[in-house]
């Protein structure tokens, strides 16, 4: 199965473009609404959580994601 993966600054305001990553990747593979909106939610606590937690005030830093189908669940 193929992987995708996305690299970002870690600002918070690139959580939009991560959302935006999560719902194409979602779409892409026919998630159900309530798993989409699961995986939105967990994207976005862990970006967040890394911004403000994981690089001190100021500090440049990046965050890559990777999203893989693994098949059902």
Known sequence: MMN???TLS????????LLDY???WAGEHNLPPH????LEKAAEEI????VN???????PGSI???L???GPR
């Open 4 to 6: 995708s993966w996305l």
């Open 10 to 17: 870690n600002r918070q305001e690139n959580l939009k473009l």
């Open 22 to 24: 999560v719902r194409k």
């Open 35 to 38: 798993r989409q909106h699961s």
């Open 47 to 50: 970006f967040r959580h890394l």
């Open 53 to 59: 937690y994981a690089y001190r005030p100021d500090q």
């Open 64 to 66: 890559a994601v990777s």
């Open 68 to 70: 893989e189908e693994k």
